[in-house]
């Protein structure tokens, strides 16, 4: 009686319960494209640290229902319900062990493009130094727009799921763009060509590029090092583990170029130290400890490096993230970890000077400074509520919080602007951009582009005459406002544009953008 109630179907369902292996249905429909170990092939690494990004039921949906426009297929007609959300419970586990990702396994990645040749002028009529990129993540593309006329020059295909600025060379003609699986793109504008890719590491933050321009470090949580590359041809210079003084390995949260120290300055995640690597040649010796000389029956200082890529080490109370530099890069701003605090560390004497309360998870990366009654001041959303903070950085005190309406993203401005603009990117007024007066701190007109539509960053034309908002959906735009009157003049359709980057503001650090 009992065993007629069960249904054939019930059976079936059971029985494929029961025989569920995710690690199977992964040999069999996913390894082709993202690789057997999961790092990734034709497709994106399907690790937990590139998913991170995809948590929860999302990751069931792309298995179940493909991803249009891409070659993802769907397999809700191959695989049950319960194999797929089994499969993506596989998906978010970390690998067994951590791939060997060294300088040779690098540089076998290294794929130049053969259709590749060098401009000797640039392709286009458009002013070089008022290219702007605009990252699409919709479906991983990069529009190149023209900054006077608004044209898209080129679209070209980026690989999966760029994150940070792309950054530029020091004469603009080339730009670095990296993803989150550490593969690293080199673009020729000037011939609007991609020269080349190659995978700098397995998991990546994102890229800083030297002051001279030769060489480019990739910040990497998986394997934990820093790769530094040679922006000429791509070629491996060196991979530097990233261990504390006392043996801890630590992911590096992010690099970023210091360009008057002529060096990089990196985010250790899990170590309480802030690295500093120079870019400069001729460095002077790091010193690393003492030793006792024997033959001199003195205490000698040890150096542990010098010249290129020297390594300094700046110890610090607790780990920061997301920096803010002060621009003559002196100082910077980090996060505490308990999101609450914001710790001030003077680079020249390498500790830290200050602390102040920054409550809300300030996003210090976005922060952006300019002069108010002569004082340098900055201003910094925060992740979780819905304020700025703006900040006297002569004294680090708190100048002003000016309330918005839901926690923001990004901040920006230029010089040639009164205003800077700051998004509400979380939360139910994702739909508002505040444009805030510079001097009086007084939100001046609150926009709503899209009703419904997430609108972020923004980015000025070399002038800083216009300003670039991102509708941030898939079936987004770029809207073109007029920097002075507020109103929108064109809307360029794109597929879920994310950060955009004007080559001028970029390389002469203009003080309204991020670098
Ligand atoms: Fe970013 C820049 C870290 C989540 C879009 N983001 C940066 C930078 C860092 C950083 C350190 C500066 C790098 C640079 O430009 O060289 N981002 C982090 C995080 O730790 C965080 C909170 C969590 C994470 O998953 O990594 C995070 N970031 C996001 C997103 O969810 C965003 C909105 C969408 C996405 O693409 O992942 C996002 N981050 C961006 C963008 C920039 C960025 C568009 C470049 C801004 C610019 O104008 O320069």
Request: proline content about 6%; glycine content about 6%.
């Amino acid at each position: 009686m009992i065993r007629r109630m069960i249904s054939a179907s019930s059976l079936l369902f059971l029985a494929s319960f029961a025989m569920a292996d995710p690690a199977r249905d992964y040999a069999d429909n996913c390894a082709a494209c993202h690789g057997e170990t999961r790092l990734g092939g034709t497709g994106p690494a399907l690790i937990p640290q590139t998913l991170k990004r995809m948590r929860g039921p999302n990751l069931e949906k792309v298995i179940t229902h493909g991803r249009t426009a891409t070659q993802m297929p769907a397999f809700a007609e191959t695989l049950t319900a319960q194999a797929i959300a089994d499969l993506a419970a596989y998906l978010q586990t970390p690998l067994d062990t951590a791939p060997e990702w060294g300088a040779d396994r690098i540089a076998e990645t290294l794929w130049l493009d053969p259709d590749y040749v060098p401009a000797t002028s640039p392709a286009f009529d458009a002013d070089p130094m008022n290219i702007t990129l605009v990252v699409e993540t919709g479906d991983h593309h990069i529009s190149v727009l023209d900054g006077d006329t608004f044209e898209v020059l080129d679209r070209f295909e980026t690989p999966f799921a760029v994150h940070g600025g792309p950054k530029f060379s020091p004469d603009g003609r080339f730009v670095f763009i990296m993803s989150r699986d550490g593969w690293v793109q080199k673009y020729d504008i000037w011939s609007l060509h991609q020269v080349g890719r190659i995978r700098a590491g397995l998991n990546s933050r994102n890229i800083a590029i030297s002051r001279d321009g030769l060489h480019l470090a990739v910040a990497n949580y998986l394997p934990m090092t820093l790769t530094l590359l040679s922006t000429a041809d791509l070629s491996v210079e060196k991979v530097m583990p990233v261990i504390s003084k006392s043996g801890v390995h630590s992911r590096v949260s992010a690099v970023y170029q210091a360009p008057q120290r002529d060096s990089f300055i990196l985010a250790l995640k899990d170590a309480p130290e802030i690295w500093e690597v120079a870019t400069d040649p001729n460095a002077e010796p790091v010193y690393e400890g003492f030793v006792h000389s024997r033959e001199k029956n003195m205490i000698e200082a040890i150096p542990s490096s010098q010249g290129l890529f020297a390594r300094r080490r700046i110890e610090i109370a607790e780990p920061l993230d997301d920096f803010f530099f002060t621009d003559d890069y002196r100082h910077l701003i980090g996060a505490a970890r308990d999101g609450a605090r914001g710790v001030v560390v003077n680079l020249n004497v390498g500790r830290e000077i200050a602390e102040l309360p920054l409550p809300g998870m300030p996003h210090l990366g976005s922060g952006i400074s300019w002069e108010k009654d002569g004082r340098r001041i900055m201003a910094t959303p925060h992740l979780k509520e819905g304020k700025l903070s703006v900040i006297n950085t002569e004294d680090w005190s708190i100048l002003q919080t000016i309330d918005t309406k839901g926690p923001g993203f990004f901040l920006r401005s230029h010089e040639n602007s009164p205003y800077f603009w700051s998004d509400v990117f979380f939360g139910p007024n994702k739909d508002l951009m505040h444009v805030i007066d510079k001097q009086s701190l007084e939100i001046v007109k609150t926009l709503q582009p899209e009703p419904g539509a997430t609108v972020a960053h923004v980015e000025f034309t070399r002038d800083g005459r216009y300003a670039l908002v991102s509708i941030w959906e898939d079936d987004g735009a770029v809207i073109v406002y007029d920097a002075a009157t507020l109103e929108e003049l064109r809307r360029l359709p794109m597929r879920k544009p994310s950060g955009k980057y004007n080559v001028w503001n970029k390389i002469t650090f203009s003080e309204g953008t991020s670098h």
